[in-house]
């Protein structure tokens, strides 16, 4: 049951799509498409999530819970389709909280790990943004002056 309403979920979106957009330049635009760099961002972005739920088991292990990372995965992954179709960027995340919390039997703490791993990803990218134009020759100087006062 649970799987055909997901197959007729995924169907309805497809046909949304090619209702929404010129079917002409979505073919167009699939034929420039190169396998190679589709590979890369595909291994890239398993890369992304696993070290990202790496993070997030940790968090979750600090309070004596145990959840396999592959487990962990397939909330994140989920978390991404939710976010995706829900107008907000916290829908994935209420989303696999429910769910790591659903299986913990502890939704508090499913919550506070879930927003440690955001909150730490955030401090970790703006970081590594400052660092970036700090040591950028290429950015426009309104850029460089905000960063440096």
């Known amino acids: 049951m649970k799987r055909s309403v997901r197959l007729a ?17 979505l073919l167009a635009t699939f034929a420039e498409l190169r396998l190679d760099y589709i590979c890369y961002l595909v291994v890239l972005s398993f890369l992304l999530i696993w ?17 396999s990372i592959w487990r962990l995965m397939k909330f994140y ?3 991404y389709f939710f976010n995706t179709f829900i107008p907000s960027f916290v ?3 209420v989303a696999r909280s429910l769910q790591l919390g659903t299986m913990l039997s502890d939704k508090t ?8 791993e955001r909150f730490t990803g955030l401090i970790a990218m703006t970081l ?22």
Not at 20 to 25: S, T
Not at 51 to 67: D, N, P
Not at 129 to 147: E, I, M, Q, R, T
């Open 9 to 25: 979920c995924g169907v309805v979106l497809l046909g949304v799509l090619f209702v929404l957009v010129d079917v002409k330049k």
């Open 91 to 93: 829908g994935g995340d």
């Open 128 to 149: 590594l943004a400052f660092v970036f134009v700090l040591f950028s020759n290429d950015l426009p100087w309104g850029v460089c002056l905000a960063v440096h006062l």
């Open 51 to 67: 070290v990202s739920c790496l993070k997030w088991q940790l968090f979750i292990h600090s309070k004596g819970h145990r959840v």
């Open 109 to 116: 703490q499913a919550f506070l790990s879930t927003f440690l």
């Open 77 to 79: 992954t989920m978390g």
